[in-house]
């Protein structure tokens, strides 16, 4: 078979960087190049740089993979002609910086056609233009944004993939509706107001003296007015509706600031340009320094500060599902086809998780508004990981990669936070290595995660703790191994997994309530479409709120009720709660309810072991329930709570001994006697769900509660703040 050819319509310095970095990084690949300006294209040739070149027309039959490097205009003007003269296998992108009227002019020229057409846009550059200025490392770890559409084919969408990883870029995606707007803000604005202070400098009378002095400050302003003139007013005229949107909003906002000026108003001025400062110096530091997501060095300590007292009533409807989110993406990513998921949990765990996928060359859309579109790439389409994959505070998500990681053709690493870096993986190593797998821990079996990957062979497993967390990484291991994978549970635990599996076509035998779980090996994914329920995890902290504050009245929506989740409920109706189920429907697979939960005396009650892995997230919120109760609550079998984000018995003890509360700590669980609660300053160790069950306990305080190292909540309950407010706690959040 001949060489793929690669064509690059435009050896500017976008076309031309990434020609060279095409070259630099597989030096063996076929690419040829067009230009308007022979100069160019003789340059590029004479380098070494392109294989061919010379008129665009006479190119496009050929290329089997076709990179419109030209300015935004330029390329809904010659779609047409592309169209007309490639081959019918030939898939094309473009890297115009405004993306909705490319996508239009595409869509005129057939579905074929636009199957084939991935449009995407490297957020890189510089001031300088011209071949001459390219430059082989411009697109090393800078974002390279596409936008494909529904109908866009999933083996196009990973060819473009391939060609951006290739030349060193980190792939996202994103609604052509969404880029554009997004880009209005963050590029065109900035570009438009530095062609426009420069111009206005121009003609004042003093212009000269004006650039004569001008410090670093100027500089550094108006550098991209520097940019290439023709491209620019390309850019404006085709995204013109989104940029006049957000030069409205910035031109109300100078007023205001004007105004601020002509009052020497100092304090109204500060108040803006501190919260501007500390919002640049975040991203910055997020974007910019640590290479990593904000957990791993929070620049700022999140505390919760709760006055005593108060109800909660009204509706709310909480973030999705932590773990519905997770897999969703891991099976949505292998795949064949486009899933679509709603309600997705746009907290920092899952996020992640989008993350390492991407960086394996998985096309994501979003999160936008909750919802992700992920183009599959089929069992056996990842690519090798470019640097460790970083899975922030989640035990879950580095437990099923490590299945996943497994049984792949490369190699991997898997890291995390602190609070990660000391939990257990021996858990899944131990199994994982009897399929055949490679994976070295830390010393003491903790992350980082070292994977080689392997052929594995099926096991019969008997799990020697109830996690889900280990039986899902084993059916992930399983879908790749040779022969029948089976696992058996000591008790039931959650089994999203296997229903998620069922949904997307594979077969899985036995499971809840049946022990054992059979995976036959040798089966595919078919995409489909999830719909996320609201966490009973994060609803937990409502269903208490409600129970112990008096007069409270809360309806909880569309709140996921799998009865391998429901524990929580269970417990607290065995204390005496007022929990009643609405409206139970299944959603995707997935049984949900609304919730009503409203204030009831409570009592404390022995819990049965049973119930423990049915609830293991929700004890923390379940221990306030207990203080607050009348009498004693025992819990026993349950020293699995010590390896979760933080030691929670511990943590939990802590917090309720210094809020006055009566208790006594065992290995495997804890005695509380329910009373009064006093205030006081909290640790969270920085674990949400403790920081989330304090600020609930500060309904039955008799002083307010601070907690303290609240900066994780985002890993489980974005906007929890806003949301325990609206539904009635007096909490308010401070960055120190
Ligand atoms: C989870 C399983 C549980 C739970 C965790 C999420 C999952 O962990 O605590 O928050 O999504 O499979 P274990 O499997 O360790 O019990």
Known sequence: MDKEKILIAGLGLIGGSLACALRKNEPDCVLLGADSNAASVAAAIESGVINDGGELEVLLPQADLLVLALPPLAISGIVNLVASKVPPTCVITDVGSVKSHIIEAVNKLGADFSARFVPGHPIAGSEQSGFSAADPGLFAQRKVILTPQEHTSPA????????????????????????????????????????????????????????????????????????????????????????????????????????????RDREGMME????????????????????????????????????PGGSVAGTLRVPGDKSISHRSVIFGALADGITEVSGFLEGEDALNTVAAFREMGVTIIGPEQGSLTIYGVGKHGLQAPRKPLYMGNSGTAMRLMAGLLAAQDFASELSGDESLSGRPMGRVAEPLRQMGANIETAAGGTPPLRIKGSKLKAIDYDMPVASAQVKSCLLLAGLYAEGVTRITEPAVCRDHTERMLSGFGVEVEGGYPDPTVTLRDGQQLTATSIEVPADISSAAFFLVAASIAEGSDLTLEHVGINPTRTGVITILQQMGA??????????????????????????GIEIDRRLVPLAIDEFPVLFVAAACAEGETLLRGAEELRVKESDRLEAMAQGLLSLGVVLETYADGIRIRGGELGGGIIDSHGDHRIAMAFAVAALRASQAITIRNCQNVATSFPGFAEVARGAGLALSETLE
């Not at 005229?237 to 100078?254: C, M």
């Not at 500390?278 to 990593?292: A, P, S, V």
């Not at 609405?582 to 697979?589: A, C, L, Q, T, W």
Request: proline residues 2%.
């Open 272 to 307: 803006i340009f501190e919260r501007a400062k500390q919002t640049r110096d975040n991203f910055i530091k997020k974007h910019y320094n640590t290479g990593k997501n904000s957990m791993d060095s929070p620049s700022r300590e999140v505390v919760f500060k709760v006055e």
């Open 578 to 603: 007022n929990i009643s189920l609405h409206n139970e429907r299944v959603v995707g697979g997935e049984p949900v309810a609304d919730i009503r939960v409203q204030h009831a005396n409570l009592r």
């Open 156 to 263: 196009a969408i990973a060819r473009v993939n391939a060609l951006w990883r290739k030349a060193g870029a980190d792939v996202l995606g994103m609604s052509p509706i969404r880029h554009d707007r997004v880009l209005a803000a963050t590029s065109h604005l900035p570009h438009l107001l530095a062609y426009a202070i420069v111009d206005m400098l121009l003609h004042t009378e003093d212009s000269d003296d004006i650039f004569r002095y001008a410090a670093g400050g100027f500089a550094d302003f108006s550098r991209v007015a520097s940019s290439n003139a023709r491209m620019w007013s390309d850019i404006f005229a085709a995204n013109s509706e989104a940029t006049v949107r957000v030069l409205d909003d910035y031109i109300g906002n100078l007023e205001s600031l004007k105004q601020r000026i002509q009052n």
